[in-house]
């Protein structure tokens, strides 16, 4: 494993990420500052203004979920088969339902944080509800594959793992986000299916349709029972709620044209290393007219753009360390999903059923989608535990296609 490891160009991408990652941890400094000098506030710059910084202490936690996610890519490219990579999928939706179900218990007894974190919506800088999207698209593979293996032991921790899933993403995730995860999780179930169906067949689609049933029906009541009725109210108000309420208010679509443009300003004038991990909400303060304060949130920290946001604080060079290693996992996904399709489709005694590779494949190139796109709207999709769960599913993903073997190319591992 270690010389594969060591051959693995995206494992000395991540190690260069890890490193540009301690440099902002240690360069601190970004602050406001009073300059006496000219009599106005400023943002003071870095300690080391040429080199990636932050705000003091804010890069701690970045730098320890990229040498987390560093870890994670390598073990699910090179050391993971089939069944780990569903027992992780397992593990993550499991013990992200138990976070979830421990936040809901809070929020239904009245704990003030747990509420306003389930009174999230687009107009929060960041919310926990990606996550919980994730874990809840990877529970579904486990679901199948748990029939299709018959698991029968992991049955009732599998319905925690996806009732507290849901549960998490309907409490934290704005309406948006959660009907994006929610159309990811209907598309993974369908191929789920289809792929067990063929692989096992008999009464497999049944028995996972009425499981999933069975897992959706404890959140519902707790739903109905438990959550604050003013929580309930907002939540998906443009279908059930009052009317003229929209899915993009007014508001919304004005605070985020506002702050868009703060950062596209901030970046025009700090274009390569930006002004500084979580230095953010101090652009805010140094760079809106006054007419524009009415328009925003107190205490607005996040540009409702998270690709807008990530370029101010980290710049060009920023942008390009966060991506490239997503890309590169990308890349492997394309590259194993083009051979393995066109060995099935060179192969004579193939049928295009073989076409339905393990729904590990599928998931990670729709986890990278979703969280993606949502970063159009927030910059929840470079918290650390979306990240994890999503550079995990897609460097699984990637490693999950068929092989054909060199010493025979008619026999196929998966």
């Not at 929060?124 to 996550?131: S, V």
């Amino acid at each position: 494993m270690l010389t594969a490891v060591s051959k693995d160009p995206i494992f000395w991408i991540c190690l260069v990420l890890v490193v540009v990652s301690l440099t902002r941890c240690l360069n601190g400094g970004v602050a406001m500052e009073y300059d006496a000098e000219h009599s106005e506030w400023a943002i003071r710059q870095a300690s080391l203004p040429f080199l990636p910084g932050c705000v003091t202490g804010s890069g701690y936690l970045p730098f320890a979920s990229v040498v987390a996610v560093t870890v994670i890519i390598q073990a699910a490219r090179h050391a993971l088969g089939k069944s780990a990579r569903v027992c992780f999928l397992f593990a993550a939706a499991f013990l992200a339902a138990i976070a979830a179900i421990s936040a809901a218990l809070a929020c239904a007894f009245g704990h003030e944080g747990a509420i306003r974190q389930a009174q999230c919506s687009l107009a929060d800088p960041t919310y926990a509800g990606n996550a919980f999207g994730l874990c809840l698209m990877g529970s579904m593979v486990a679901i199948v594959v748990s029939f299709e293996r018959k698991w029968q032991r992991a049955m009732p921790l599998l319905l925690i793992a996806v009732g507290g899933s849901v549960l998490g993403l309907y409490l934290f995730a704005p309406d948006l986000v959660a009907l994006a995860y929610v159309a990811g999780t209907l598309v993974m179930f369908l191929y789920s299916l289809a792929y067990a169906q063929r692989r096992v067949g008999g009464l497999v689609i049944p028995k996972c349709m009425a499981f999933l049933l069975v897992s959706l029906l404890p959140p519902a009541l707790f739903i109905m029972g438990l959550v604050p009725e003013p929580i309930k109210e907002m939540k998906f108000a443009f279908l059930f709620g009052d009317e003229g309420a929209t899915l993009f208010s007014k508001e919304f679509v004005q605070m985020r044209d506002i702050l868009t443009g703060v950062a596209y300003k901030v970046w025009k004038e700090h274009p390569w290393n930006g002004t500084g991990l979580g230095s953010f909400g101090m652009d805010i303060r140094f760079n809106l007219v006054e007419t524009d304060w009415a328009a925003l949130k107190p205490g607005q920290t996040g540009a409702l753009n998270g690709w807008m946001q990530m370029l101010a604080e980290r710049g060009i060079s920023g942008i390009v360390f966060f991506v490239v290693p997503v890309v590169g996992l990308a890349i492997a996904w394309l590259t194993s999903s083009f051979l393995s399709v066109r060995d099935v489709l060179s192969a004579k005694h193939r049928r295009l059923g073989a076409l339905l590779f393990h729904p590990v494949c599928p998931l990670g190139f729709i986890a990278a989608v979703l969280t993606a796109a949502c970063g159009f709207f927030d910059h929840s999709f470079w918290r650390a535990e979306t990240v994890m769960v999503m550079a995990a599913m897609l460097a699984m993903a990637g490693s999950a296609f068929p092989v054909v073997k060199k010493a025979d190319e008619e026999s196929v591992t998966e």
